[in-house]
């Protein structure tokens, strides 16, 4: 995803390298560069091990598949949307047991990853994407999209500066087609919330959306969703507020869940957020594998925005040996990208996200952000009043 | 903040400036010498890490190259926090740009490190030249107007204890020499060795050829 290529050699490179990838040859050819492309048509630099890791995921992928298709046939197509466990107060108590196993059993089954195919429909649904296009007119999206067409605002013009710029060369994004519809998408949302209008970074996560829902208004609804009522307020408003609070957080997190690598980083003076601002704001799409960072977003469609810091919290947590020898911030970062960008094994991330980070409850997490807000709003406003004071020489 | 040992300097050197003045062309140019067009856009700030030899020392610059819409801005703190040298770049064919500019060194005046080695880089340098042509035949005043902001940045960065370069991202002239520049002013911790406070005037003595910095 960070991997950039012309899409006309797309095609060409995945086939000439696939064959190198016998087993016999494996070990002579590990140092070598290859690029491919992955599950959802990004081009990855890798050596044959990461292409071999990608294979394996792949089969996986279709055995976790096989597992959805059998809970299907025994419970029904639509077992997973029954009504939750905490709506379910009228319930009998025998659907009430069986609700509270389907969730049990639906928790467990997003974090090893929902089936690319089912994507759309499980997020739609879990998400609170159904519900929410449910309360609009069903010609919402199409109307909006009327209605906006030829309208030249900021947000449209920084949109189209950045079509270019998302994704260069994906063989689907990357075309006018593409482009076109990832306009539409964010144009659209522009003009929904004003307060948000249009954030960098949006971009990125749209475009990614566009590619696991297929259809635009689907796409337009998760987008909805997302910055409604699945993240924090105010990521992508008002001076980033809910972002630098996400990072304060964040920044409390780190020491209890990483005291050894929290305490080196200190002596470094090296602030986390120097890396952790681009995971939180593009949800870890510039930053992971394309199939790592959609696993990541099947448990935060399901789980909330928690999720952000298990999965950062675990990239710092796999890395920690090398980072306890780090002397420079510079190596601290180089080692944290590079591992991101290698995380071709979802499962691996995952596993340390929630099995070796422990876990943090939904409600302790915005008890710290209530604890941060204020001190957030107090810098944010100092800023503005500082800058504001500055006065402008006329030199 | 520089540190030092045994001559080895690592600085955090950050890039501000308004949108499309040539920032990540400047970085890309001075870390792998290329230039072009549609890059990948960034979120928050790109790192780049260079290494220079500088007369008496080897300076590894640890680069911070700022990017996004005015709201980004609440995060620049976080990226010239500590830093040791900033470049300040601003577009020569856009007035805007340059206004913009003198805000952004303003708020490291007040905010940023004191010893702070601050560059003004006047980018598109280019632009002179191929457009001289142009404006000279339709008399648009183009020149002059670029010659008056030039002299107006001259004197802005004289008075604010900057140092200002013309540079050009696409034609590489400059680049190598700004990085340069500012890599002799970095306050050496050794106080036997001061010089690089006093090179105020000097030019640039190393023109490094583009490949060196690869
Ligand atoms: N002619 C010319 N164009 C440049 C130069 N530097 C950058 N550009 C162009 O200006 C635009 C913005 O450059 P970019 O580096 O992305 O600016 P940034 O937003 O400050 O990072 C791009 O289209 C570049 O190709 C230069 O020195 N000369
Ligand atoms: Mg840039």
């Known amino acids: 995803m960070y991997g950039i290529q012309s899409k006309r050699d797309l095609a060409l490179e995945l086939q000439s390298q696939i064959p190198i990838l016998r087993p016999s040859i494996h070990t002579r050819r590990a140092q070598i560069v290859v690029k491919f492309q992955d599950l959802y048509g990004f081009t990855v630099e890798g050596n044959v091990d990461d292409v071999n890791i990608l294979n394996e995921v792949r089969e996986k992928v279709r055995q976790q598949g096989r597992v959805w298709w059998a809970l299907e046939a025994s419970k029904g197509a639509n077992w997973y949307l029954q009504p939750s466990i905490f709506e379910g107060q009228s319930l009998k108590a025998s659907l009430k047991l069986s609700a509270l196993a389907n969730a049990i059993t639906l928790k467990k089954l997003i974090r090893k990853g929902i089936p690319p195919v089912l994507r759309p429909k499980v997020w739609f649904s879990l998400s609170g994407a159904a519900k929410k296009k449910s309360t609009a007119p069903d010609s919402y999206y199409n109307d909006l999209s009327k209605a906006v067409e030829g309208k030249v605002t900021p947000a449209t013009r920084q949109i189209d500066h950045d079509l270019p710029r998302t994704f260069p060369g994906h063989p689907w994004l990357d075309t006018p087609e593409g482009h076109a519809a990832l306009r539409r998408v964010l144009v659209g949302y522009s003009f929904r919330d004003s307060d948000v209008g249009y954030c960098q970074g949006l971009n990125y996560v749209a475009a990614l959306l566009l590619l696991v829902m297929k259809t635009e208004e689907d796409a337009f609804w998760m987008l909805a969703v997302l910055l409604e009522n699945v993240l924090v307020n105010d990521c992508y408003t008002n001076n980033l507020s809910g972002c630098h609070v996400e990072q304060r957080v964040f920044k409390d997190l780190l020491p209890k869940k990483c005291p050894r690598i929290a305490a080196h980083l200190e002596e470094l003076d090296f602030d986390v957020s120097l890396v952790a601002t681009e995971w939180f704001l593009c949800l870890f799409s510039k930053s992971l594998p394309s199939e790592t960072t959609l696993r990541v977003w099947d448990v935060l469609f399901y789980e909330g925005a928690k999720v952000l810091f298990h999965v950062a919290l675990a990239i710092f947590k796999m890395k920690e040996e090398e980072l306890l020898v780090t002397h420079h911030v510079g190596d601290v970062i180089n080692i944290l990208q590079k591992t991101s960008h290698h995380l071709f094994d979802p499962d691996e991330l995952l596993t340390v996200a929630f099995d070796k980070i422990g876990s943090m409850t939904t409600g302790t997490i915005s008890k710290q952000r209530k604890k941060q807000e204020p001190a957030v709003m107090a810098e944010l406003d100092q800023r503005l009043r500082r800058l504001n004071s500055i006065k402008v020489d006329d030199k | ?214």
């Open chain 2, 1 to 214: 903040m520089a540190t030092t040992g045994n001559k080895n300097i690592n600085s955090k050197l950050v890039l501000l400036g308004d949108v499309g003045a040539g920032k990540s062309s400047l970085v890309l140019r001075f870390v792998k010498g290329q230039f072009i067009e549609f890059q990948e856009s960034t979120i928050g700030a790109a790192f780049f890490s260079q290494t220079l030899a500088v007369n008496d020392a080897t300076v590894k610059f640890e680069i911070w190259d700022t990017a996004g819409q005015e709201r980004y801005h609440s995060l620049a703190p976080m990226y010239y926090r500590g830093a040791a040298a900033a470049i300040i770049v601003y577009d020569i064919s856009n007035q805007a740009s340059f206004e913009r500019a003198k805000k952004w060194v303003q708020e490291l005046q007040s905010q940023g490190n004191p010893n702070m080695v601050m560059a003004l880089a006047g980018n598109k340098a280019d632009l002179v030249d191929t457009r001289k042509v142009a404006a000279e035949a339709n008399a648009t005043g183009f020149v002059l107007q670029l010659t008056c902001l030039q002299e107006e940045a001259q004197q802005y960065a004289q008075e604010n204890g900057l140092f200002f370069m013309e540079t050009s991202a696409k034609t590489a002239a400059n680049v190598n020499e700004i990085f340069h520049e500012i890599a002799k002013r970095l306050p050496r911790v050794q106080p036997q060795n001061p010089s690089g406070m006093v090179l105020m005037d000097r030019p640039a003595e190393r023109v490094a050829s583009a490949s060196c910095c690869s």
